[in-house]
């Protein structure tokens, strides 16, 4: 099985949504103001095209199989999360919706936002694959501090950052559901 993995293209949206939506949950409902699936999938694809939200293809790589995007990795330094979130915040707000983001890294971090495989492509490394590239891009950046938030209640995703270096660093709140701040740092 051979996976590659690119930066993001804007016309990867379509199936770069569904696979954020599949990782983020009732986030995405939050960050669209949305809640019929089909809005909220379309929005999704719009933040994947765009340029300014955590989600836009800049900050988004893709694992490919056979050119087939199998799973993703969106990715960005802490200290850019606030001008992200405040242009999404004013979108919003211009449509009528009052949505407040609460940061999810700290200003001196990496932050992994979403990592997600499609679900045939599931248990065969491909995660790990992303993590490790995400690992690569920080370490070749010169910084040293990769972090990201899992649900207090995904034991198993727990372990396996764990595994991979991975310690928890503190409770962290997103939409008012607990997660823990996980970290790592990159030699």
Do not use: C
């Not at 198993?156 to 607990?178: D, H, N, Q, V």
Request: proline share 4%; glycine share 8%.
């Amino acid at each position: 099985m051979e996976i590659s993995i690119r930066q993001a293209l804007p016309g990867d949206a379509k199936k770069v949504a569904p696979l954020i939506i599949n990782a983020i949950g009732k986030i995405a409902n939050h960050m669209t103001a949305e809640k019929d699936s089909v809005t909220v999938r379309e929005k999704v694809e719009d933040m994947v095209r765009g340029e300014n939200t955590r989600h836009s293809y800049h900050y988004t790589y893709v694992a490919t199989l056979a050119g087939d995007i199998v799973g993703i990795l969106v990715l960005y330094h802490g200290n850019q999360a606030e001008v992200l979130d405040r242009y999404l915040m004013e979108q919003l707000k211009k449509q009528g919706h009052e949505r407040i983001f609460e940061p999810e890294a700290h200003l001196d971090e990496w932050y992994i936002d979403t990592v997600s495989i499609d679900p045939p492509y599931q248990g065969q490394g491909i995660g790990s694959k992303l993590l490790d590239y995400a690992e690569e891009l920080v370490s070749s950046s010169g910084n040293s501090k990769l972090s990201l938030n899992v649900d207090v209640d995904k034991e198993g995703a727990i372990r396996l950052y764990k595994r991979l270096g991975y310690s928890i660093a503190e409770p962290w709140m997103i939409i008012g559901e607990p997660f823990h701040h996980m970290v790592k740092i990159i030699s």
